[in-house]
Nanobody, 121 residues
Framework: QVQLVESGGGLVQAGGSLRLSCAAS????????MGWFRQAPGKEREFVAC??????YYTDSVKSRFTISRDNAKNTVYLQMNSLKPEDPAVYYC????????????????WGQGTQVTVSS
């Protein structure tokens, strides 16, 4: 069983930065693909980024602005968000899955409770 706990959300001005963290419990953290997703009000949950074995993948709208990383010794994955835009606010979720990277919500078996990111213009 894997438990995920996100932190680091909050209110930031447009153009500002936030770093989200996701602490995972359970064994074999390094063997899981870790992902970040987000869900804005009235919209479906969407893929943001994922990382596995040092390989990262991003949705086009966040490339060059967001960076996903992980510290396997700390069982933690991060999402550094720079140059935040008015279209970025959402609840951000950390998720994990065994196996190769995926952009699909349904392929992730473990989810955190989410952390709210708000961007003021």
């Amino acid at each position: 069983q894997v438990q995920l706990v996100e932190s680091g959300g909050g209110l930031v001005q447009a153009g500002g930065s936030l770093r989200l963290s996701c602490a995972a419990s359970g064994r074999s953290f390094g063997s899981y693909t870790m992902g970040w997703f987000r869900q804005a009000p009235g919209k479906e949950r969407e893929f943001v980024a994922c990382i596995m074995s040092g390989i990262t993948y991003y949705t086009d709208s966040v490339k060059s602005r967001f960076t996903i990383s992980r510290d396997n010794a700390k069982n933690t994955v991060y999402l550094q968000m720079n140059s935040l835009k008015p279209e970025d606010p959402a609840v951000y979720y950390c998720a994990s899955r065994r196996g190769i990277r995926s952009m699909r919500v349904v392929e992730y078996g473990y989810w955190g409770q989410g952390t709210q990111v708000t961007v003021s213009s």
